[in-house]
């Protein structure tokens, strides 16, 4: 079952990056089918690399691909959901980290600093 789920995934994955490529192409033509001017075949190499991938999708294209990816996952059983327990360590584990660097700890206590001051002086001022 979970390999007919993944090749029924690939299947419109494929499907869609075809329709996707297409609607691309068909957009970028502003010559007459069949004839290529000479500046087309100069940035087809150049640009071959930006149709390619997940990230050069739209949005929407991306979304839809995840979320089959992400019910796939469900219906095999091998989704992880965060507990409370795991996503509290989780969240402790990225908060030792980025309290290593004190530079960047500073510059946080100088802006919470400042809008404390600031919120000091609205009070006095009313």
Do not use: W, Y
């Given at each position: 079952?979970?390999?007919?789920?993944?090749?029924?995934?690939?299947?419109?994955?494929?499907?869609?990056?075809?329709?996707?490529?297409?609607?691309?192409?068909?957009?970028?033509?502003?010559?007459?089918?069949?004839?290529?001017?000479?500046?087309?075949?100069?940035?087809?190499?150049?640009?071959?690399?930006?149709?390619?991938?997940?990230?050069?999708?739209?949005?929407?294209?991306?979304?839809?691909?995840?979320?089959?990816?992400?019910?796939?996952?469900?219906?095999?059983?091998?989704?992880?959901?965060?507990?409370?327990t795991e996503a509290r360590e989780a969240g402790r584990k990225g908060g030792v980290a980025v309290s290593r660097n004190r530079q960047h700890m500073a510059e946080i206590g100088k802006k919470g600093?400042?809008?404390?001051?600031?919120?000091?002086?609205?009070?006095?001022?009313?």
């Amino acid at each position: 079952m979970a390999a007919e789920q993944s090749n029924h995934f690939t299947r419109d994955h494929e499907k869609q990056e075809r329709e996707h490529s297409n609607e691309s192409q068909n957009q970028h033509s502003s010559t007459t089918p069949g004839h290529k001017s000479q500046s087309d075949s100069k940035e087809e190499p150049a640009n071959r690399k930006d149709k390619r991938g997940f990230a050069s999708m739209d949005a929407q294209l991306q979304k839809q691909i995840a979320s089959k990816g992400g019910r796939a996952a469900h219906a095999q059983g091998v989704a992880h959901e965060f507990n409370s327990t795991e996503a509290r360590e989780a969240g402790r584990k990225g908060g030792v980290a980025v309290s290593r660097n004190r530079q960047h700890m500073a510059e946080i206590g100088k802006k919470g600093g400042e809008a404390a001051h600031n919120k000091r002086k609205k009070d006095t001022s009313l």
